[in-house]
């Protein structure tokens, strides 16, 4: 399971969006959390991709992903993977540490 920080950042994210209601769709991306390997082998096999960014925005002219992070937290491999190919794609892609950057981030694009 992600980290109880992670957690309450992507609480605080869900419940900002609730309020400023902005024009776009928008989902988290529930990738974290300890699996049986039974159960990985069948989220796998259903299109979970390990390293996907934790919140994924799309809007008429474009789409992004937010990847939320401790203070401290860093990005792992597959998380790094992720991003390059976000980056080859030229799909916007960014880490946020705290609610304000989040928002500072969707404010931006």
């Not at 900002?16 to 991306?29: D, G, M, S, W």
């Not at 937010?66 to 030229?90: D, V, Y």
Request: proline residues 2%; charged residues 20%.
């Amino acid at each position: 399971m992600r980290n109880r920080e992670e957690a309450q950042l992507s609480a605080a994210l869900k419940d900002y969006l609730e309020l400023a209601k902005p024009k776009c769709i928008y989902c988290a991306v529930p990738n974290g959390g300890s699996r049986s390997l039974v159960e990985a082998v069948n989220l796998k096999r259903q299109g979970v991709m390990a390293g996907a960014g934790d919140w994924v925005f799309t809007w008429q002219t474009g789409s992004g992903w937010i990847e939320l992070k401790t203070s401290k937290g860093m990005l792992n491999h597959n998380q790094m993977q992720f991003r390059a190919s976000c980056a080859q794609l030229g799909v916007r892609y960014e880490v946020a540490r705290t609610l304000d950057e989040a928002i500072k981030i969707l404010t931006s694009w």
